[in-house]
């Protein structure tokens, strides 16, 4: 066994202790990442704080990481609007003739307040709260809305703008631009699995699907479409204007706090205490994700000078496994990570590592971006730690490991949906390679 694989396997082995033991995150990287610097040869403490204090500047002044605390200031705004409401009210009277019928508007609902917030908890927790209590008095199956909305919530970091896309983007030093074009055509295939899965389950179990349409003229019909103007507005002027070239991804993100204000204001929800609810929001997330940010590009350094990513590449391609089989190993990683990490710490975490492997084996850092999302998503809906799950437990009062079973269909189509993206890799590079 070479030394730096033995190397990379002992710091998985303390990494697991560190994190059993409760330790916070960004503290296990950091002592992991200084133990190991020190035991390297002809390493100082001199020298390692020299290092520390040179990648953690370079990491945490990144033009683009000035976007992460707009956009997360934009999803704690947003989900104190009526949103959702709008959404839900907007597209429910044009589904009556789909199978499956109202649960659709809960896969729509999630994507297009995912492409306006770029948080996976804040897409499930507000469309849950206006969907689930009206599906239920209409008499839809529970587990099916609850497996919709878990799995919907997902929508939030695959359809741009994404917090875990901002994050990547910094870390893997790739265009935050490219990596949003790259979610939006996944983020309509697993839309369109989920809505397929939907259709399915209502054909194989008509009984459990209530049929009450609301009486409603096609006039009535397009004034409640047109309640989705404030999220349509917004998103099309932000995003073609970044897509067209005029702002930056950070300038995007600025326009989209404005367009969030104006919408709160709309509403009249713009109040003092919600204004600093928000505030006070964004200033613990956006701190949590800095240091993890920080920390995990000190790890970056330390793994790159143990020559650990290049043992564990020659490591994996003595398996004689190729591309697919690395990118199969990586989801069973990454399904396991998933029951225990939240999705930035999977990234920050293994980003060091798993990105050489991966661009060795000939893949894009983009697709694998894309990748490496859908692996967070499946994440959120993985227990014992699955964030999606965490939240319906607090609105639904049902047991986690209930809402993975019920999550689990949709699970199975966010697998496909990797194994698609896997197999025609031109559906996440295709919108990145137009875009100059």
Same mark, same amino acid.
């Given at each position: 066994?070479?030394?730096?694989?033995?190397?990379?396997?002992?710091?998985?082995?303390?990494?697991?202790?560190?994190?059993?033991?409760?330790?916070?995150?960004?503290?296990?990287?950091?002592?992991?990442?200084?133990?190991?610097?020190?035991?390297?040869?002809?390493?100082?403490?001199?020298?390692?704080?020299?290092?520390?204090?040179?990648?953690?500047?370079?990491?945490?002044?990144?033009?683009?990481?000035?976007?992460?605390?707009?956009?997360?200031? $934009?999803?704690? &705004?947003?989900?104190?609007? @009526? =949103?959702? %409401?709008?959404?839900?009210?907007? +597209?429910?009277?044009?589904?009556?003739?789909?199978?499956?019928?109202?649960?659709?508007?809960?896969?729509?609902?999630?994507?297009?307040?995912?492409?306006?917030?770029?948080?996976?908890?804040?897409?499930?927790?507000?469309?849950?709260?206006?969907?689930?209590?009206?599906?239920?008095?209409?008499?839809?199956?529970?587990?099916?809305?609850?497996?919709?909305?878990?799995?919907?919530?997902?929508?939030?970091?695959?359809?741009?703008?994404?917090?875990?896309?901002?994050?990547?983007?910094?870390?893997?030093?790739?265009?935050?631009?490219?990596?949003?074009?790259?979610?939006?055509?996944?983020?309509?295939?697993?839309?369109?699995?989920?809505?397929?899965?939907?259709?399915?389950?209502?054909?194989?179990?008509?009984?459990?699907?209530?049929?009450?349409?609301?009486? $409603?003229?096609? &006039?009535?019909?397009?004034? @409640? =479409?047109? %309640?989705?103007?404030?999220?349509? +507005?917004?998103?099309?002027?932000?995003?073609?204007?970044?897509?067209?070239?005029?702002?930056?991804?950070?300038?995007?993100?600025?326009?989209?706090?404005?367009?969030?204000?104006?919408?709160?204001?709309?509403?009249?929800?713009?109040?003092?205490?919600?204004?600093?609810?928000?505030?006070?929001?964004?200033?613990?997330?956006?701190?949590?994700?800095?240091?993890?940010?920080?920390?995990?590009?000190?790890?970056?350094?330390?793994?790159?000078?143990?020559?650990?990513?290049?043992?564990?590449?020659?490591?994996?391609?003595?398996l004689g496994v190729g591309p697919f089989g690395l990118v199969a190993i990586l989801m069973l990683v990454f399904i396991v990570l998933g029951m225990f990490l939240d999705g930035m710490s999977m990234i920050?975490?293994?980003?060091?590592?798993?990105?050489?492997?991966?661009?060795?084996?000939?893949?894009?850092?983009?697709?694998?971006?894309?990748?490496?999302?859908?692996?967070?998503?499946?994440?959120?809906?993985?227990?014992?730690?699955?964030?999606?799950?965490?939240?319906?437990?607090?609105?639904?009062?049902?047991?986690?490991?209930?809402?993975?079973?019920?999550?689990?269909?949709?699970?199975?189509?966010?697998?496909?949906?990797?194994?698609?993206?896997?197999?025609?890799?031109?559906?996440?590079?295709?919108?990145?390679?137009?875009?100059?």
């Amino acid at each position: 066994m070479e030394p730096e694989f033995a190397r990379g396997l002992i710091i998985v082995a303390v990494l697991l202790v560190l994190l059993g033991s409760g330790i916070w995150i960004f503290g296990a990287i950091f002592l992991i990442s200084l133990g190991g610097l020190f035991f390297l040869q002809d390493f100082s403490f001199v020298r390692i704080g020299t290092l520390m204090k040179t990648v953690s500047w370079r990491a945490l002044t990144s033009y683009e990481l000035a976007s992460l605390p707009l956009f997360v200031w $934009m999803a704690e &705004i947003l989900f104190r609007t @009526r =949103l959702s %409401e709008q959404i839900f009210r907007g +597209v429910s009277p044009w589904v009556d003739w789909v199978p499956g019928r109202l649960l659709h508007v809960v896969i729509v609902a999630c994507g297009l307040f995912g492409a306006v917030s770029g948080s996976s908890t804040a897409t499930c927790a507000t469309v849950s709260k206006i969907a689930l209590p009206e599906l239920r008095k209409r008499g839809y199956d529970d587990g099916v809305i609850i497996g919709a909305l878990s799995a919907g919530g997902t929508l939030g970091i695959m359809i741009p703008p994404s917090i875990a896309m901002v994050i990547y983007a910094v870390v893997a030093e790739v265009s935050l631009v490219k990596l949003m074009l790259a979610g939006f055509l996944p983020g309509l295939l697993m839309m369109g699995l989920f809505s397929g899965y939907i259709c399915g389950w209502s054909v194989l179990n008509p009984d459990r699907t209530p049929y009450d349409p609301e009486p $409603m003229r096609l &006039i009535e019909r397009f004034a @409640r =479409l047109f %309640e989705l103007a404030p999220v349509a +507005v917004l998103f099309i002027f932000i995003f073609g204007a970044l897509f067209a070239g005029y702002i930056t991804a950070t300038e995007c993100a600025a326009w989209g706090v404005a367009g969030a204000l104006l919408i709160a204001a709309q509403q009249r929800l713009l109040t003092w205490e919600t204004f600093k609810l928000s505030i006070r929001g964004t200033v613990r997330t956006t701190s949590m994700l800095v240091m993890l940010i920080g920390m995990a590009a000190i790890m970056s350094s330390f793994v790159a000078l143990a020559g650990i990513p290049n043992a564990m590449s020659r490591a994996v391609d003595s398996l004689g496994v190729g591309p697919f089989g690395l990118v199969a190993i990586l989801m069973l990683v990454f399904i396991v990570l998933g029951m225990f990490l939240d999705g930035m710490s999977m990234i920050l975490l293994t980003l060091p590592v798993t990105l050489p492997m991966v661009v060795a084996a000939g893949f894009d850092p983009i697709w694998y971006g894309i990748f490496l999302i859908l692996m967070i998503e499946i994440g959120a809906l993985t227990p014992p730690v699955g964030f999606n799950l965490f939240v319906l437990q607090n609105i639904t009062g049902k047991n986690i490991f209930s809402i993975g079973r019920m999550s689990f269909p949709f699970f199975l189509m966010m697998v496909i949906c990797i194994f698609v993206l896997v197999a025609s890799p031109q559906i996440v590079m295709v919108l990145p390679n137009l875009y100059h």
